[in-house]
């Protein structure tokens, strides 16, 4: 994959899929999913480098998704490219599920650390782009966060 063509159907249906996950769980942040499913798509379909038969494969390119609440959409990204099968994303905020409404590297395969709190991710990558550096690693992290737009005082 690769081409444009390709990419555009991808983000597509990891769209409509992150919406049928919120919809069967009856809660969720449609918002916050539709408008990272582009740049997750490029990410993992395009640039990073990762294996879902490997997820801990020990050079692997990382995501760190600060905005935890578009959680839905990194996991229809993540099923997408073969970490686990696209049916699993009914279970969306289950009981038992792996999918919950904040990403948890505990229980799902291809998330790199639990996010929620806005902002926390981003310090998080942080601190693994520096730790990657320290030890010599090739390997690059990805940070999505949330844009909040700056108010005026007046």
């Known amino acids: 994959m690769g081409n ?3 990419l555009k159907k991808t983000a597509q249906q990891i769209r409509m899929d992150a919406l ?3 919809h069967a769980a009856g809660a969720g942040h449609p918002g ?3 408008s990272v499913s582009d740049i997750l798509t490029v990410l993992y379909f395009k640039v990073m480098n990762v294996d879902p038969s490997n997820p801990n494969m020990e050079d692997r390119d990382r995501l760190v998704l600060s905005k935890g609440h578009a959680a839905p959409a990194l ?3 993540l099923a997408h490219r073969g970490f686990f099968d ?3 994303l009914l279970t969306l905020r289950k009981i038992n599920s792996r999918m919950q409404g904040h990403p948890d590297m505990h229980k799902c395969p291809g998330v790199e650390i639990s996010t929620g709190s806005l902002g926390q991710g981003f310090s998080a990558a942080v601190g693994m ?3 990657d550096k320290l ?3 090739d390997r690059k992290t990805f940070v999505v966060k949330l844009h909040l737009p700056q ?3 007046i």
Do not use: W
């Open 75 to 77: 996991y229809a990204t």
């Open 32 to 34: 916050g999913s539709l």
């Open 20 to 22: 049928k996950a919120i």
């Open 151 to 153: 108010q005026s005082i």
């Open 4 to 6: 444009s063509n390709d």
């Open 135 to 137: 030890d010599g690693r």
């Open 86 to 88: 696209c049916s699993e």
């Open 129 to 131: 782009a520096i730790a």
